[in-house]
């Protein structure tokens, strides 16, 4: 619960006014959103260095990307 809710807050966080992406399935779970590198805030990350913890904790593998204007995290649930 507070990995996803994690990964939710920090991508309403750092998308603006723009939409997140959230895709689940039987094995992962990945929150994708838009961000402005220029606009980048202080603490960004914060969040998501618990979620990668928790998520270790579990069993699970946190994957974070920045690909162009996009941040995916990728959530493995270690099930497949």
Do not use: C, M, Y
């Amino acid at each position: 619960e507070v990995v996803l809710a994690n990964l939710l807050r920090n991508g309403i966080d750092h998308a603006g006014d723009r939409r997140i992406g959230v895709l689940l399935s039987a094995g992962e779970l990945v929150v994708s959103n838009r961000v402005d590198l220029a606009a980048q805030t202080p603490g960004f990350g914060i969040g998501l260095r618990i979620a990668q913890r928790l998520g270790e904790q579990a069993g699970w593998t946190l994957k974070l990307q920045t690909v162009a204007d996009e941040f995916v995290a990728t959530v493995d649930f270690g099930n497949g």
